[in-house]
């Protein structure tokens, strides 16, 4: 398969925990996305990596949150000291080499609950 | 940066009536406009875009009509099938080609 894969898919923490995700997108892209999903809403924009370079970060991602992708091609997202209200699907997603917007490749998520 | 609204929220429609979910956008820049569909527990995927050159495209049963006067966008579905029954999504560019989404429409076909 070589889709857009996503790990762990499931995880569960205690509130205050570091928790990580990995996504690995399709091999020939070079842009990433990480979004948020809660139950009922539409995939919310977190950040934004073109290569390794983080080009846009959204302003509703605090400080507990950070994201990399070193060598331009796995991406980790990484969540510390955890809240209650973190508890969401996180989906990444890739696009290609266009230099014009295009289709996103979403990954199936990792969700996230945080007791 | 870009706002999303989407109409409406649940739509209930019998097998083989059509179904219309209706979009609006704020950022009047924005060129290029897709329709995710979400199926329960599964990956959003792209049914169809339509970029701002274009009023109207149609693959089969589906089809996006865009006013960009407006600042509108709808997608139309014919002939409905159950397994059309998902969340659909719209969306529309923000900054830096990331996508800004519509909060959802279920759609559920009866059969």
Redesign the interface.
Known sequence: DTGVSQDPRHKITKRGQNVTFRCDPISEHN?L?WYRQTL??????LT?FQNEAQ??KSRLLSDRFSAERPKGSFSTLEIQRTEQGDSAMY?CAS?GKTS?????F????SRLTVL | GENVEQHPSTLSVQEGDSAVIKCTYSDSASNYFPWYKQELGKRPQLIIDIRSNVGEKKDQRIAVTLNKTAKHFSLHITETQPEDSAVYFCAAPGSARQLTFGSGTQLTVLP
Request: aromatic share 18%; no cysteine.
């Open positions: 842009r996305y009922g809403q539409g995939p919310e924009f934004y080009l846009e989906l696009s014009v917007t295009g289709e996103l979403f990954g199936e998520g």
